[in-house]
Nanobody, 121 residues
């Protein structure tokens, strides 16, 4: 069982930055892949980035490479998403998840509540 609590969403101007946090708790979470997904109105949910909790290996969607950085803090049981050089097309509800396969939303059984990120022009 894993519980996830997100924070850090908000409104930012294009070119600005935000950092999202996802605090994990439960009996077992260290074996999971921790991922971030996003969904904009009228769009499919898409993979953003993920990190393997145990070894720190990361994957990024092409759309965010060089702009977003995922990291983890074992002591705080928290995964972070640092978002820089934000664009209006980054506007979406961002959700943290714990699962098994980096790119596949369907492989993540545990999800946070989601946090809105809005990037203005």
């Amino acid at each position: 069982q894993v519980q996830l609590v997100e924070s850090g969403g908000g409104l930012v101007q294009a070119g600005g930055s935000l950092r999202l946090s996802c605090r994990a708790s439960g009996r077992t979470f260290s074996s999971y892949v921790m991922g971030w997904f996003r969904q904009a109105p009228g769009k499919e949910r898409e993979f953003v980035t993920a990190i393997n909790w145990s070894d720190g290996r990361t994957y990024y969607a092409d759309s965010v490479k060089g702009r977003f950085t995922i990291s983890r803090d074992n002591a705080k049981n928290t995964v972070y998403l640092q978002m820089d050089s934000l664009k209006p097309e980054d506007t979406a509800v961002y959700s943290c998840a714990a699962g098994y396969t980096y790119y596949l939303a369907g492989s993540y059984p545990y999800w946070g509540q989601g946090t809105q990120v809005t990037v203005s022009s």
